[in-house]
């Protein structure tokens, strides 16, 4: 230990090593539930690229590992401690170092919140459109390594198809560069998406590429009320296969409508068992916004309220941004799951999570990315009863064999983490994951990096 801080510090700054157990307990998980995490031996806060350098010579000359973390807003226990860790915290590498309108490209550190990299772009008329639901706190490295999506997915893709190029710090210190500038290249592997979802465990990234679009006009909104989860999932899979391009479609069931109206009196009606909410950023989007309205009316919706203006889309849209905050109100703890499906699976879904509810005597609330299938289920439980707590965590595992079955993904944004480490496994099979962990093994011999993670 006295080693380690020594080392550690003759290449940091003073303020830069954290050892007083009281601070470095702090950084021990994220926000995930059900993960075991441990106590840090020190916790450090590099600024520059040099410093990151310094930390993973250290670490391999001690054989110490390392555990990369952002803003701690992961949801899987990606960026959780273990016992006698390096916690390397890149919250202080925060510059945007270049934005770039003519390639249409930013340049960023790793502790970049993303909110703020988006408004920085946003005032050159470009956009950057990755937005998870935290994206004023999480920032562009956690995003990179938990292959971040967002309410925008649905038209505008994830965290991966924005990262062009890399500069990643590997477990024995050496700067590695990957990927370009510009707008199209093929040279070599594409060591760049390999890194993306990666979780820490491949190298420290402590710089991106990021390609930026122009901004989209300001979007119109529209809310569908249906008499079942089953018909408004139909109407996703009409939308889609209409050919309609929403920058945003979402559903919320039952569930989770009744505990919005109950935290915000929203005035839903109670007798609403899925809402639909969709948006559009083109250029006529009352025009399209109509054309989808039809499409829900014929799958049964029972009433259809497009926005009048943008202050009345933002009040639609609400609702859903507050589904998560009224579900952790239903009971004192949640395990929120992230099982993606084809979106023609979505209704089966739906009602095996209904299923899996009434089974395990649980309330379990579904919010959607509905136009990409991505589901989140958020399982509420009292986490002081043994009983209950149980029945969460086996109602949780059958939530993932059923996507599993249904042809999807145990996570569509969150990652594996430790959470979902077993499930990795099964989804991947055995010829998966040994090339898995023969592609760790390369990067990473001495099995350093973010350990206990993935597999």
């Given at each position: 230990?006295?080693?380690?801080?020594?080392?550690?510090?003759?290449?940091?700054?003073?303020?830069?090593?954290?050892?007083?157990?009281?601070?470095?307990?702090?950084?021990?998980h994220?926000?995930a539930?059900?993960?075991?995490?441990?106590?840090?031996?020190?916790v450090?806060l590099?600024?520059?690229?040099?410093q990151?350098?310094?930390i993973m010579?250290t670490a391999?000359?001690?054989?110490?590992?390392?555990?990369?973390?952002?803003?701690?807003?992961?949801l899987?226990?990606?960026?959780?401690a273990?016992?006698?860790?390096?916690v390397?915290?890149?919250?202080?590498?925060?510059?945007?170092?270049?934005?770039?309108?003519?390639?249409?490209?930013?340049v960023?550190e790793?502790?970049?919140?993303?909110?703020?990299?988006?408004?920085a772009?946003?005032?050159?008329?470009?956009?950057?459109?990755?937005d998870?639901?935290s994206w004023?706190?999480?920032?562009?490295?956690?995003?990179?390594?938990?292959?971040s999506g967002g309410?925008c997915?649905?038209k505008y893709g994830?965290?991966a198809e924005?990262?062009?190029?890399l500069?990643?710090v590997?477990?024995?210190?050496?700067?590695l560069k990957?990927?370009?500038?510009?707008a199209?290249?093929?040279a070599g592997?594409?060591?760049?998406?390999?890194?993306?979802?990666?979780?820490?465990?491949?190298?420290?990234?402590?710089r991106?590429?990021l390609?930026?679009k122009?901004?989209p006009?300001?979007?119109?909104?529209?809310?569908?009320?249906?008499p079942?989860?089953?018909?408004?999932c139909?109407?996703?899979?009409?939308i889609?296969?209409?050919?309609?391009a929403?920058?945003l479609?979402?559903?919320?069931?039952g569930t989770?409508?009744?505990?919005?109206?109950k935290m915000?009196?929203?005035g839903?009606?109670?007798?609403?068992?899925?809402?639909?909410l969709?948006a559009?950023d083109?250029?006529d989007?009352?025009a399209?916004l109509?054309?989808?309205?039809?499409v829900?009316t014929?799958?049964?919706?029972?009433?259809?309220?497009?926005?009048?203006?943008?202050?009345?889309?933002?009040?639609?849209?609400?609702a859903r941004?507050?589904?998560l905050?009224?579900l952790?109100?239903?009971?004192t703890?949640?395990m929120i799951d992230d099982?993606?499906?084809?979106?023609?699976?979505?209704?089966?879904?739906?009602?095996?999570?209904?299923?899996?509810?009434?089974?395990?005597d649980?309330?379990?609330?579904?919010?959607?990315?509905?136009?990409?299938?991505?589901?989140?289920?958020v399982?509420c439980?009292?986490?002081?009863d043994p009983?209950?707590?149980?029945?969460?965590?086996?109602?949780?595992d059958e939530?993932?064999?059923?996507?599993l079955a249904?042809?999807?993904?145990?996570?569509?944004?969150?990652?594996?983490g430790?959470?979902k480490?077993?499930?990795?496994a099964?989804?991947?099979?055995?010829?998966?994951v040994e090339?898995q962990r023969g592609v760790k093994?390369?990067f990473?011999?001495?099995?350093l990096?973010?350990?206990?993670?993935?597999?």
């Open positions: 230990m006295g080693d380690l801080i020594e080392q550690l510090r003759a290449g940091l700054p003073g303020e830069a090593v954290i050892t007083d157990p009281d601070v470095t307990t702090s950084y021990g994220d926000m539930g059900f993960c075991p995490s441990g106590a840090p031996a020190v450090v590099p600024r520059t690229v040099e990151v350098q310094h010579r391999t000359a001690l054989q110490v590992p390392v555990v990369p973390q952002g803003a701690r807003t992961g899987s226990g990606a960026a959780n273990s016992d006698g860790c390096i390397l915290s890149l919250t202080r590498m925060d510059r945007i170092l270049e934005i770039d309108p003519v390639n249409r490209i930013a960023v790793p502790g970049v919140v993303n909110a703020v990299l988006s408004r772009v946003g005032e050159l008329g470009l956009c950057y459109p990755p998870p639901s004023e706190q999480c920032t562009i490295g956690g995003n990179i390594g938990t292959g309410l997915c649905v994830v965290t924005y990262v062009l190029g500069e990643v590997l477990a024995d210190g050496r700067l990957t990927g370009r500038r510009t199209k290249g093929v592997y594409d060591l760049t998406r390999l890194f993306v979802g990666s979780e820490g465990s491949l190298g420290i990234v402590v991106a590429v390609a930026l122009p901004a006009p300001e979007q119109l909104a529209l809310v569908a009320e249906f079942s989860a089953a018909a408004a139909e109407a996703v899979c009409a889609m296969a209409g050919g309609h929403p920058s479609l979402e559903l919320m069931d989770t409508v009744r505990a919005v109206n915000a009196r929203m839903l009606p109670e007798s609403t068992e899925a809402l639909l969709a559009f083109s250029h989007p009352a399209d109509a054309a989808l309205g039809k829900c014929a799958a049964g919706a029972t009433q259809v309220v497009p926005a009048e203006d943008t202050a009345e889309s933002e009040l639609l849209l609400q941004r507050l589904a905050p009224a952790e109100l239903v009971s703890a949640t099982v993606c499906v084809p979106r023609s699976a979505l209704g089966a879904m739906l009602e095996g999570v209904a299923a899996i509810a009434a089974k395990f649980l309330t379990i609330g579904v919010c959607a990315h509905a136009g990409d299938g991505n589901t989140h289920p399982v439980f009292d986490v002081g009983d209950e707590s149980r029945r969460a965590r086996e109602s949780f939530i993932m064999a059923l996507g249904l042809g999807g993904t145990i996570t569509g944004e969150h990652g594996v430790v959470l480490k077993e499930w990795l099964r989804e991947l099979g055995p010829v998966g090339l093994q390369v990473d011999p001495l099995g990096l973010n350990p206990g993670k993935l597999f």
